[in-house]
T-cell receptor, first 114, second 112 residues
Framework: EPEVTQTPSHQVTQMGQEVILRCVPI?????FYWYRQILGQKVEFLVS????????KSEIFDDQFSVERPDGSNFTLKIRSTKLEDSAMYFC????????????FGQGTRLTVV | AQSVTQLDSHVSVSEGTPVLLRCNYS??????LFWYVQHPNKGLQLLLK??????LVKGINGFEAEFKKSETSFHLTKPSAHMSDAAEYFC??????????FGSGTKLNVKP
């Protein structure tokens, strides 16, 4: 069963520090996503990525966020200067092409900003 | 605009009894609808999806959901709950290759 893997599973960081959340999508997938879930709230869309560029982003995805596919396998989310309110579970997802494709989600990275 | 409302934040059933998790959606065009399940410390797993083919959709682990356009509903059901079904379930509306809108989730508790 193919799967999306995310590392680390839990990251604690001090406010103002930069963090990079890493994701390894399924190898033949072309669409990539980041979502987040603040504790007690809904899962929210952050950004979608296709063909090496952002295809859509939400209002949450401001200048402190960036995504990258540095080496053709990893897909990273960088938060430049973390704030307390960035504490959340971050989910990566990838999706293939074709009519019967589905999005596969990773197990999430829990980010705690202190 | 698209949105999803999951009507129950918690549902508790006894093992062997039916499960009903309710979902209503709002979409300005013909939606794709999904149910995902999340077990503790696991990722989101697709249970089933509706993409304008049959209105009754069968998924994994005995779950199914019925798309009812007149009621804008996509409730998830299972005839007989199993202890391993205890998890959080998310109703999602969206289209492939575009963003998904998640419901707030329903935690299913299964009592022995």
């Amino acid at each position: 069963e193919p799967e999306v893997t995310q590392t680390p599973s839990h990251q604690v960081t001090q406010m103002g520090q930069e963090v990079i959340l890493r994701c390894v999508p399924i190898s033949n997938h072309l669409y990539f996503y980041w979502y987040r879930q603040i504790l007690g709230q809904k899962v929210e869309f952050l950004v979608s990525f296709y063909n090496n560029e952002i295809s859509e982003k939400s209002e949450i995805f401001d200048d402190q966020f960036s995504v990258e596919r540095p080496d053709g396998s990893n897909f990273t989310l960088k938060i430049r200067s973390t704030k307390l309110e960035d504490s959340a579970m971050y989910f990566c997802a990838s999706e293939g092409t074709g009519p019967n494709t589905e999005a596969f989600f990773g197990q999430g990275t829990r980010l705690t900003v202190v | 605009a698209q949105s999803v409302t999951q009507l129950d934040s918690h549902v508790s059933v006894s093992e062997g009894t039916p499960v009903l998790l309710r979902c209503n959606y709002s979409s300005s065009y013909s939606p794709s609808l999904f149910w995902y399940v999340q077990h503790p410390n696991k990722g989101l797993q697709l249970l089933l999806k509706y993409t304008s083919a049959a209105t009754l959709v069968k998924g994994i682990n005995g779950f199914e959901a019925e798309f009812k356009k007149s009621e804008t509903s996509f409730h998830l059901t299972k005839p007989s709950a199993h202890m391993s079904d205890a998890a959080e379930y998310f109703c999602v509306v969206g289209n492939n290759f575009n963003k998904f809108y998640f419901g707030s989730g329903t935690k299913l508790n299964v009592k022995p």
